[in-house]
């Protein structure tokens, strides 16, 4: 996107917001658009629209390389945001931090500067700021930091609930993937190491009757039939796995059960990630999420429409949507969703508490004396009630009284009290989040709402997901079955001869496992075969795990650097322990 | 009859000319540097000779190899097959046209020297003679005499010290193939396959080709690994909905952004991945194929190759509406009834 192109594309965006807000201040013949879950008053529909100019003003210095304007519209873009009761707008941060990396890929470093700290500002500690930094680095030709910027958008990632939520979940299925394929793996070298005692024995027993070579080659169709089950290849590693059980070490034989039990488990453990991982894809429980952290996304007030009209009897979504309203001012339509709260709910402290501040905003101070006792009393514990309670008193000139009670709730907790003493403006009551605590509530709903099941989070049939445990001790049996009987080779090959020094390092560094495996270290050699499959699953993950929706690409693609550098880490600890060995 | 000492006081030489002239029959155990030589007597005559510490492979078989009949690994196969109760190695030898009756016979009194000749060549051990009726030796055998035997030692000893004639020397690897008969050389496989050997180079090929099996599914079908009970595919086909519902999300944060940048949607995902806000990737994110889009002034639709708009099982239309940071009708505020002015002129 060329400069000019983009100037002309801010100052467009602009020219169409100023003649919006010239509309707003003339009466208008039609109606405004009313949502009618979470209705908004005019003076929040103006800070909403003030954060629209703010940010076309920010984009059109931006555009005009106007470092000195793009500060002052974002101080402005986050004084309305305070007004809003919000702390944070993620999209915008987001969007300053894709500028932040066109002014770096022009080169106007200063540019990309200041809007890396729009994108700091608009949401302090977002992945994607991280990014934007990783490409003001690389810019700048520092390609190190620039990768260490790379590898902060994961960490950052841990901050935000929906995407960490995404991140455990790939999280879980990676490390299932790794250790599966590391046991398959493992199945694979004890084949190699151990295989030729079980082909050897298969074939003595079957020579008694038939000639070694005729011999030899029903040993191999012993092994091989499970190639003509459907999906008969992974069937077969099992199938080994148990065979190789009576020609294996003890700590092999723990491995190999461990395996088992894994495969029993893997079912479960990706069903239940599943099922966890589906109300939180729900736009609706993202949205109720960011508001709770403070963040306002744009399309909040959709989702939480949305939200009440698919629980339309739930308390918690009634609450949440008060302490919504609430937080942007609009005790009107707070009241009455506390008031229903309460109903189902006379003892919610919260509720009592977000009606005081009601009460508090439209000057009703008795109302307001008798919500916050009433808080108080149901909740002790919580500072904020008494707290509240002293900002009335102090309305009152009864200053004895508000002494007593912002006492009482500098004992309960002095750090919160400082805190809400020592925040910008008028002294404000302070609120409890009564709602938003309840999300975790409000997803056990969703999921058991009809809207979540049309939405893909259908269970599957319990009995499904526990099959594999019974597989798993049918592996145990047969194994232990097998061993009984298994036939034991007359002869055999031992270990491969030792090559020369240099032959020999090769093969212990760059086959991980064999080794260990002829020397019966059974858990080194599972360890040595892990690391390269996590690898290679942290590689894969994208393919079978969700993909993080971040905003912005880092540069650096750090799970492709992140496991070239641990690979090369891995290959030379094996170098240096197999030269070691061979001293 | 007993005979009984130390090779110190009476050399071998001696012992077997005293046995060959009492016509003795029995075994003469040495126990010599290194090993123990049994040499079999019939009548005075030496049928076999023997040694504890060398197999059938390293007698006979190294004889067969070194004459250039028999290579070392067909040798071993037939041992593998005697160990598993098919016959003895001799008999096989015969039984599968090896060797004929004199080549066999040759090659078993060449051993027998050979044997004779290192035991001859001990300075320091032990000899004992067991005598008895009858011993047991291989059929159709024709025995060596004692003079024979020593007088073989002796030309073998001149020659060494003159420094010529010196036996065919086998390389540590074996003969090469084209150094044995054409009949040898095409079974010589198939003995193989009887060998130890061949089990070891299944068990590693079975091996190698699971590896390379396993790899293949690892990075075509990856949720094969993660689940591979999963017969009829409804886990995995769920979480392929997940993963499209996550990836719609990403696409939508990053069609937003850029309206939030240039007031309108991007022409196409590749613009996406232009600007950064898509990863290359992320165009082949579903396993089902790749996906199409669609833009208009205020929406976008994506959804996958092939389904119509609203058919399909899996699409996603969003737009901007309701967004109070891009819907431009977000802003319009409610509409404030001012009572009407009366001008007066």
């Known amino acids: 996107m060329s400069r000019r192109r983009l100037a002309d594309r801010a100052l467009g965006l602009l020219a169409a917001l100023l003649a919006a807000m010239t509309l707003a201040v003339a009466p208008l013949p039609a109606q405004a658009p009313e949502n009618e879950g979470v209705p908004l008053t005019a003076p929040v529909r103006r800070a909403l629209a003030l954060l629209q100019q703010d940010w076309a003003e920010w984009l059109s210095a931006f555009a005009k ?36 990396v066109v002014a770096a890929r022009q080169g106007n470093l200063e540019l990309a500067r200041a809007a890396l700290v729009a994108a700091e500002a608009l949401d302090p500690g977002r992945p994607e700021a991280a990014a934007a930094a990783a490409w003001v680095a690389r810019a700048e030709g520092r390609h190190l930091l620039a990768a260490w910027r790379s590898l902060e958008v994961p960490v950052r990632t841990l901050d935000l609930p929906f995407e960490r939520a995404l991140l455990l979940h790939d999280l879980v299925l990676w490390s299932l993937f790794a250790t599966l394929l590391a046991a398959a793996l493992f199945v694979v070298v004890l084949t190699a190491a151990r295989g030729q005692r079980l082909v050897s024995g298969l074939r003595d027993a079957l020579a008694t009757r038939l000639s070694p070579q005729l011999a030899l080659v029903l040993s191999l169709a012993v092994m091989l039939w499970p190639l003509v089950l459907p999906g008969g290849f992974l069937w077969i590693l099992l199938y080994w796995s148990v065979l190789l059980w009576a020609y294996s070490t003890p700590r092999e034989r723990v491995i190999l059960v461990l395996g088992w039990v894994l495969l029993g488990l893997a079912p479960i453990l990706v069903n239940e990630s599943r099922r966890r991982i589906a109300v939180r894809l729900s736009p609706m429980v993202r949205a109720l999420e960011d508001a709770a952290a403070g963040r306002m996304q744009g399309d909040v007030f959709d989702d939480l429409a949305r939200l ?37 709910e006379p003892e919610n402290a919260a509720a009592v508490l977000g009606l005081g501040i009601c009460a508090f905003e439209r000057g ?73 605590q309840r999300l975790e509530e409000i997803r056990v709903e969703l999921v058991r709402s009809w809207a979540l099941e049309e939405e893909g989070a259908e269970t599957l049939t319990p009995w499904r997901d526990l099959m594999g445990l019974p597989l798993a001790l049918a592996c145990m049996l047969a194994a232990l079955v097998f061993s009984a009987v298994a036939p034991q080779p007359r002869r055999f090959l031992g270990p491969p001869a030792r090559l020369t020094r240099r032959a020999e390092i090769a093969r212990r560094t760059l086959l991980p496992g064999l080794a260990e495996a002829w020397e019966g270290e059974a858990l080194s050699g599972f360890v040595a075969l892990w690391i390269p499959a996590a690898l290679l699953a942290l590689l894969l993950v994208g393919r079978f795990g969700l993909r993080l929706p971040l905003g912005l690409e880092p540069p650096t693609p750090w799970t492709l650097w992140f496991s070239c550098g641990v690979l090369v880490i891995f290959l030379l600890l094996r170098w240096w322990r197999a030269a070691v060995r061979a001293t | 009859m007993k005979i009984e000492g130390l090779l110190r006081e009476h050399p071998l030489a001696e012992v077997l000319r005293r046995i060959g002239r009492d016509a003795g029959t029995g075994i003469l155990t040495v126990q010599g540097e290194g090993d123990i030589v049994g040499v079999t007597f019939l009548n005075g005559q030496v049928m076999s000779v023997d040694a504890v510490n060398q197999g059938l492979e390293d007698g006979l078989g190294t004889e067969l190899e070194r004459q250039g009949l028999v290579p070392r690994d067909v040798f071993a196969g037939l041992v593998a097959e005697q160990e598993s109760g098919k016959g003895r190695v001799p008999e096989l030898l015969l039984e599968r046209g090896l060797l004929s009756r004199d080549q066999l016979d040759a090659a078993l009194r060449d051993k027998s020297r050979r044997l004779c000749r290192q035991a001859l060549a001990w300075q320091d051990g032990r000899y004992r003679f067991y005598s008895g009726q009858e011993v047991a030796f291989e059929r159709g055998l024709r025995p060596i005499t004692v003079d024979d035997l020593l007088s073989d030692w002796e030309r073998q000893a001149e020659v060494s010290i003159n420094g010529g004639g010196a036996a065919v020397e086998v390389p540590e690897q074996g003969l090469a193939p084209e150094d044995f008969a054409p009949a040898v050389r095409e079974r010589r496989w198939l003995l193989w396959l009887a060998r130890p050997e061949a089990a ?16 293949a599914v690892a990075i075509g079908a990856p949720t094969r690994i993660l689940l591979p009970l999963d017969g009829e595919g409804k886990v995995d086909a769920s979480l392929q909905r997940q993963q499209q519902s996550a990836f719609y999300a990403k696409v939508d944060r990053a069609a937003k952004t850029h309206y939030l940048l240039e007031g309108s949607f991007p022409e196409s995902l590749g613009l996406l991945v232009e600007e950064r806000l898509l990863a290359p990737a992320d165009l082949e994110a579903t396993r089902e194929g790749r996906l199409a889009y669609a833009d208009a002034p205020v929406s976008y639709l994506v959804r996958l190759h092939g389904e119509t708009d609203g058919e399909g099982k899996s699409h996603r239309t969003e737009t901007v509406a309701g967004h109070f940071l891009l819907d431009p009708d977000f802003v319009v505020p409610e509409v404030i009834e001012f009572p009407p002015l009366v001008l007066l002129d």
């Open chain 1, 65 to 100: 390389g106007d470092v000195e304007a793009m500060g002052e519209s974002l101080e402005r873009l986050l004084g309305g945001l305070s007004e809003l009761g919000m702390e944070r707008l993620p999209e915008l941060s987001v969007g300053a931090a894709v500028q932040t």
């Open chain 1, 308 to 344: 009440r009209a698919v629980l339309p009897g739930s308390v918690a979504v009634t609450q949440a949507i008060g302490d919504q309203h609430r937080r942007l001012g609009q005790c009107e339509y707070a009241r009455p969703l506390y008031l229903d709260v309460l109903e189902q």
């Open chain 1, 364 to 436: 009703d101070l008795e109302e307001a004396i008798e919500r916050f006792e009433r808080a108080a009393a149901l909740d002790p514990l919580e500072p904020a009630a008494p707290f509240d309670l002293s900002l009335v008193h102090s309305e009152l000139y009864q200053f004895d009284q508000a002494r007593d009670a912002l006492g009482t709730a500098q004992r309960l907790s002095s750090e919160r009290v400082a805190r809400w003493i020592t925040r910008g403006g008028p002294p404000r009551p302070a609120a409890i989040d009564g709602g938003f």
């Open chain 2, 200 to 215: 070891a180079w299944c068990a590693i090929g079975l091996a190698v080709a699971a590896l390379v099996g396993l790899i």
